[in-house]
């Protein structure tokens, strides 16, 4: 059985009540802290995390077939500043292609891919467009900065907004709601208002799950045919215990 | 009886003896070369622009927490990109400025007191601005963009020179390149690094010790009508002439040039009050430093050349940040010289 793990933010509050049926697809979430929280130990356990589905305590790294990290890489573009018509069209995707390699999202990654290949550290950008992120930054959208960002980083990214959002990236605000929906899993947080139609909600959710299902078998197939293949065990070994 | 009159010479300070000052002592022992008109402490807002020397100035000011003013800042908080974007180089977005001449058109069109023509290269779909051609490495997208930015930059430049409380510039070229009926300057040759060179548009000429004069008090002059509080530090760049136009050999024009620009900057600082020089080009080109400073192509200033200038100023001024540790020295190789691209013309690299 393909075992996976989805760490996120609050983002992933959407995908709960599918997760819970799935028990080979764990899931850890740091909701409020982004992903800066999630740490992987020296010995491969990921720590750091608020809420989790299917996990034991600090879940082993190098279980799972394949990581995924479903959180707001655009994050780091919450500390741009408002005066944006300043900047040449250039100089501003040169930045965000920068600032987004620095994303929280991309260093949990990076740590991740001290237990697990690259290729199996998948991340999952919260789909809204950078323009509902930035004001002022219409000109890109999400996918145009993850496309910037993707030569740089090393690791796959997923869009997985088939459904959910317009080909442009746009969300149907059908599928959103104010905050997120965690299901009883923790309190609820209180609608904010610049968190305007921010979360998925779980109409969202089910079409982003069966997304990141066929993802999974996408990815998962073709390495598990190089593995009966005689090719190095896709495990890598677990470093010693400390 | 009456007393043989003493000398002159004979009260003065050791500094003022070469064998003293220079002769009986390591280079690195060499001190006292300035004595600072005006006071610069950590709290004085400073702009630096001019060549490219004048880029380590504004770095080590930076580095040293003087208070820099950076007018034209970039996106968040310097990224890599900044400085190919020509961000955070000098206190708003000039571009390298060479000549006084062209000082003067920045703070005229700053100023209001001209308004910059409406020229403009296109490079394929790209747009480069003929007075900064390197500020966008690939160009700007559009026209429009292009235009704004140029906006952007002539009120940040203006911005900085009524916030600042010291200016500095460093003189680097008496050559320049202008439009031959407009008569407006250009900071590098068309064609060189963006552009197309037509000789029924483009003139070579060189300044001489009047025009470099007369167009640097004008742009102080100016420059103090915005703000009758700014003082004016002069440096002049060491480092040699990448090319000469003048039919010349390279050694001999680059003599000319910056003796013209040395000599202007030591007219200015003894006739106004608030005008001062510092002398980073004589730490680094003079005999007594025996060319240690020197990159080994005998142009670049290596990066000890920048710190030991540097440790100069700070130690001249007397400031507490100049008693701090040293931070690394900038790393020359990371200094934007718009003018080095002329030898490309050529096939030198």
């Known amino acids: 059985m393909v075992e996976v793990l989805i760490a996120g933010d609050s983002q992933t509050g959407a995908l709960f009540h599918r997760v819970r049926r799935h028990p080979n697809v764990a899931l850890v979430a740091a909701p409020g802290q982004r992903v800066k929280n999630i740490q992987i130990t020296p010995d491969g356990q990921v720590t750091g995390y608020e809420v989790q589905l299917n996990s034991p305590a600090a879940p082993a790294l190098h279980r799972f077939d394949l990581a995924y990290i479903y959180a707001d890489m655009a994050e780091p573009l919450t500390l741009m500043p408002k005066r944006l018509h300043r900047y040449s069209a250039a100089y501003l995707a040169a930045h965000v292609t920068e600032r987004l390699q620095d994303s929280h999202s991309i260093r949990l990654a990076r740590a991740m891919a001290q237990v697990l290949p690259p290729r199996r550290i998948i991340l999952i950008p919260k789909p809204i467009p950078l323009s509902r992120a930035r004001a002022g930054f219409a000109a890109m959208t999400l996918q145009d900065a993850t496309a910037r960002v993707q030569p740089h980083i090393g690791f796959p990214i997923a869009h997985l907004t088939s459904g959910i959002c317009a080909p442009d990236g746009t969300p149907d605000p059908a599928f959103y709601e104010n905050s997120a929906d965690w299901l009883g899993e923790v309190p609820k947080p209180d609608a904010k208002p610049d968190h305007d139609n921010d979360h998925l909600n779980t109409r969202g959710g089910d079409l982003l799950f069966e997304a990141f299902k066929r993802d999974v078998a996408a990815r998962f197939i073709p390495a598990r045919g190089n593995r009966h293949r005689s090719s190095p065990p896709t495990h890598p070994t677990p470093p010693p215990p400390p | ?349």
């Open chain 2, 1 to 349: 009886m009456n007393q043989s009159p003493t000398s002159p010479y004979a009260d003065l300070p050791d500094h003022a003896f070469w064998k003293t000052a220079v002769s009986t002592r390591s280079m690195f022992d060499i001190s006292a070369l300035w004595t600072p008109r005006f006071a610069l402490d950590a709290t004085t807002p400073v702009v630096t622009y001019g060549s490219c020397f004048a880029q380590h100035i504004g770095a080590a000011l930076r580095q040293r927490g003087f208070n820099w003013l950076n007018m034209e800042p970039p996106a968040g908080d310097a990224p890599r990109t900044d400085p190919a974007f020509h961000y955070n180089v000098f206190s708003a977005r000039t571009g390298n400025i060479y000549t006084t001449t062209l000082l003067r058109q920045w703070v005229r069109w700053a100023a209001g007191a001209a308004t910059p023509p409406d020229e403009f290269w296109t490079c394929g779909d790209r747009v480069k601005d003929p007075f900064r051609p390197r500020i966008e490495p690939d160009g700007f997208a559009s026209l429009a963009e292009a235009q704004r930015s140029r906006r952007v930059t002539l009120n940040s430049f203006a911005d900085s020179i009524r916030r600042a409380r010291v200016f500095v510039f460093t003189l680097g070229l008496t050559e320049r390149w202008h439009h031959l009926t407009e008569g407006y300057e250009y900071p590098l040759c068309p064609g060189t690094a963006a552009g197309t060179f037509d000789p029924t548009l483009h003139g070579f000429d060189t300044l001489g010790f009047a025009d470099t004069l007369e167009s640097l008090w004008d742009a102080i002059h100016l420059m103090r009508q915005i703000n009758p509080d700014l003082r004016v530090l002069l440096t002049v760049s060491p480092v040699p002439l990448t090319a000469t136009m003048s039919g010349d050999h390279v050694i001999p024009a680059t003599t000319l040039s910056k003796s013209i620009l040395r000599a202007v900057c030591g007219e200015l600082a003894r006739t106004l009050p608030h005008v001062d020089y510092f002398p980073a080009y004589e730490i680094i080109s003079s005999p007594a430093f025996r060319g240690t400073f020197f990159a080994p192509n005998q142009r670049d200033v290596a990066a000890k050349g920048v710190d030991c200038v540097m440790q100069h100023f700070f130690d001249a001024l007397d400031t507490s940040p100049a008693h701090a540790p040293a931070p690394p020295p900038p790393d020359p190789a990371h200094v934007i010289c718009e003018e080095a691209l002329l030898a490309r013309a050529k096939g030198l690299h």
